[in-house]
């Protein structure tokens, strides 16, 4: 029997690939995003900016919101992705939208 540990839950799961933060990001981007090679960049951006953003929270003493065990290097790949791809979404419905 196959079972995943806490860490691969946390990496496909809300502290990775479907992290709110990243995917809101890259969502933005994507939106704005004017050619289709921006994607990566949105994806990146997205991952990058999420890391950022959880590691200043996490000066700040209050509690995590999405606690996870996890590290932010085992993370970036997750979040690039899953910024990534809603960027794509996002630069789609934009383009369709514009015509």
């Known amino acids: ?3 995943l540990s806490d860490t691969w839950l946390d990496l496909f799961g809300l502290a990775g690939f479907l992290n709110p933060l990243a995917l809101i ?4 981007m994507g939106w704005r995003a004017d050619q289709v ?3 990566a960049i949105a994806g990146f951006a997205g991952a990058i900016l999420s890391l950022f953003i959880e ?3 996490n000066f700040t003493g209050l509690p ?5 065990d996890a590290g932010a290097l085992a993370m970036l790949p997750f ?5 990534a791809v809603v960027a794509g ?3 789609f419905i934009a383009s369709q939208r514009k015509r």
């Open 1 to 3: 029997m196959l079972t």
């Open 25 to 28: 990001i890259g969502a933005g």
């Open 79 to 83: 979040r690039f992705i899953g910024a």
């Open 89 to 91: 979404i996002a630069y």
């Open 55 to 57: 590691t200043a929270w």
């Open 64 to 68: 995590t919101p999405i606690p996870h």
């Open 37 to 39: 090679s921006k994607i």
